[in-house]
């Protein structure tokens, strides 16, 4: 049996039409890999083309050719959408620990070396996080710097630790995972959350993802020396897209807080249900900001539809099923 500091890794990226603009978050990681702690431990790199319609795959192919010692391999996955990506390159990669990158991140020359750290210490280490820093492609407005979590600010603080609270979750832009943890969770066939898929922001799959393998003993961890920059253009500040942001990532919040509280009845659903209605209430009669309100009634209308939608399937033949444990959902 290998000993844990010994497990080799898979890189993933999975990118959708950035063209030129993956260049930087390549560099970066031909960088990164060159750390002799990580060239040792590196079984792969694979690129997830989301069905890319611009020159990426180009680009991503010339990469591969100018980086042989990388053994990049760009593989085509045709559902459009992140979560589908991201189960492409966990099917397709073959090391125990996996980690990845969003295309529009620029790692620490360290971050892969510092994010392998807690699985060698801890064999139960699940999932690991570092810290996710915005960069802003211009000074951030009061609003970005407000949603600065669902725009994937990560960072629990100057010490490693580990996440026990029950609905805790971590982003996905940057993190590593173990493939045993994984497949226990039967994640790949039976996830609740279907998260981003071109316009629609919708979210969740990944703290989904962190519950599901606490529920099952698996640790979540933080380490503060992975450290990521997560590029934000001008276009993530509009007011615009912050409320369709707001209202993505607010559509899991019932089926999240469903999952970690150990899947109660729909009188439980209801319950939250009405909570949830009163706090829209609230918003509309006291948020007077305009560009606030706005993203506010956006988050609050979406978190009634998740409770909405999380009731009926609560109340539906299929949950009936899985109470009586014909529908496996750890």
């Known amino acids: 049996m290998a000993e844990i500091a010994s497990l080799p890794v898979s890189l993933g990226l999975c990118t959708f039409n950035r063209g030129s603009a993956i260049v930087p ?5 031909a960088v990164m890999c060159s750390h002799p702690g990580v060239a040792s431990r590196l079984v792969e790199f694979l690129v997830i083309d989301n069905n890319c319609t611009d020159n990426t795959p180009t680009i991503v192919d010339e990469f591969a050719n100018a980086h042989p010692h990388l053994r990049v391999r760009r593989i085509v996955e045709p559902v459009q959408g992140i979560a589908h990506a991201r189960a492409c390159f966990f099917r397709s990669s073959t090391a125990p620990l996996m980690a990845m990158l969003d295309d529009d991140t620029l790692p620490d020359p360290d971050w892969l070396n510092s994010i392998l750290v807690p699985f060698d210490s801890d064999p139960r280490a699940g999932w690991v996080g570092g810290r996710i820093e915005l960069q802003f492609a211009s000074p951030p407005s009061a609003l970005a710097r407000r949603y600065a979590t669902m725009l994937a600010q990560q960072d629990f603080g100057a010490m490693p630790m580990m996440l026990t609270r029950s609905d805790q979750g971590m982003a996905s832009a940057a993190f590593a995972m173990r493939r045993e943890a994984l497949i226990a969770t039967d994640w790949l066939n039976t996830r ?18 962190c519950i599901r393998m606490r529920r099952l003993g698996w640790h979540v961890r933080y380490t503060p020396d992975a450290h990521v920059r997560h590029l934000i253009p001008d276009r993530r500040q509009s007011i615009e897209y912050l409320e369709r942001l707001a209202r993505g990532v607010s559509l899991s919040k019932a089926q999240l807080k469903w999952l970690a509280s150990g899947q109660p009845d729909a ?8 909570r949830a209605q009163s706090r829209l209430l609230r918003a509309k009669c006291l948020e007077w900001r305009p560009d606030l309100r706005r993203l506010k009634l956006a988050e609050h209308h979406a978190r009634v539809e998740s409770w909405e939608r999380l009731l009926e399937t609560l109340t539906s033949s299929d949950v009936e099923q899985a109470s009586r444990g014909q529908i496996r959902m750890p």
Request: charged share 30%.
């Open 267 to 274: 009188d439980w659903a209801r319950t939250h249900l009405r």
């Open 25 to 29: 978050t390549l560099r970066a990681i």
């Open 192 to 209: 609740l959350l279907g998260g981003r898929t071109g316009a629609a922001l919708e979210s969740g799959e990944d703290y989904e993802l």
